[in-house]
């Protein structure tokens, strides 16, 4: 079955904290990608990840990919209250002849001041 | 930067009412694809296209057509909207490659089935 997990859910934690977002998925890929989704509004790219051992870092959000474990991470520093948001993890995965991204529930991430 | 715009922000129809959803993209993609979001569940990808006239099933087709008569366009359509069809609609494009492509995605639709 093809899954996607994300861990923690939810999360809410002080400014100036750092916290990690796990993202396992259950197949494998070599493309995965966070999104941002403020509250109402649609989601914004974030990151691509393409292949083993890539890390992007913008700002004070960090992604890396591990393809042989399955696993991504999204780790924030010094957390500001402007992160606070739902982040989500997909992974490309190809059926038949097309690609499909396959979904995290998503992270939802408050940030106090 | 790609811009995909959807027919509306919210609505509201009742049982049994058909029910179209547009979504336009300004940037030439080839790939367009029809997600709903729910609570706990992430994003559920209803249909796609890779090209026009063309359509494939996602994991949640069931009550749901599509239409994409236009490159730019790609149409969600509930012949008979039910209550449990109730949820975020979002749209979302992106170049055809071969994957590994961000796919851009549209203000959302929030649609309320009464």
């Known amino acids: 079955e093809l899954k996607v997990e994300q861990n923690p859910l939810f999360l809410s934690m002080q400014e100036g904290k750092n916290y990690t977002i796990y993202c396992n998925y259950s197949?494998?890929?070599?493309?995965l990608y966070w999104y941002r989704q403020d509250p109402g509004k649609s989601l914004e790219s974030l990151f691509v990840?393409?292949?083993n051992g890539a890390v992007k870092q913008e700002g004070r959000l960090m992604a890396s990919l591990d393809t042989k474990a399955r696993l991504s991470t999204l780790h924030i520093t010094a957390a500001v209250h402007d992160l606070s948001a739902t982040y989500f993890c997909?992974?490309?995965?190809?059926?038949?002849?097309?690609?499909?991204?396959?979904w995290g529930a998503g992270t939802k991430l408050i940030i106090k001041p | 930067d790609v811009k995909v715009t959807q027919s509306s922000r919210y609505l509201v129809k009742r049982t049994g009412e058909k029910v179209f959803l547009e979504c336009v993209q300004d940037?030439?993609?080839?790939?367009m694809f029809w997600y709903r979001q729910d609570p706990g569940l992430g994003l559920r990808l209803i249909y796609f296209s890779y090209d026009v006239k063309m359509k494939e099933k996602g994991d949640i087709p069931e009550g749901y057509s599509v239409s994409r008569e236009k490159k730019e366009r790609f149409s969600l359509i509930l012949e008979s909207a039910s209550t449990n069809q109730t949820s975020m609609y979002l749209c979302a494009a992106s170049p055809l490659a071969g994957g590994g492509e961000t796919q851009y995605f549209g203000p959302g639709t929030r649609l309320l089935v009464l």
């Open positions: 990840l393409l292949s």
């Open positions: 997909a992974v490309d995965i190809k059926l038949d002849s097309n690609y499909q991204l396959i």
């Open positions: 197949t494998t890929s070599d493309r």
């Open positions: 940037m030439d993609h080839e790939n």
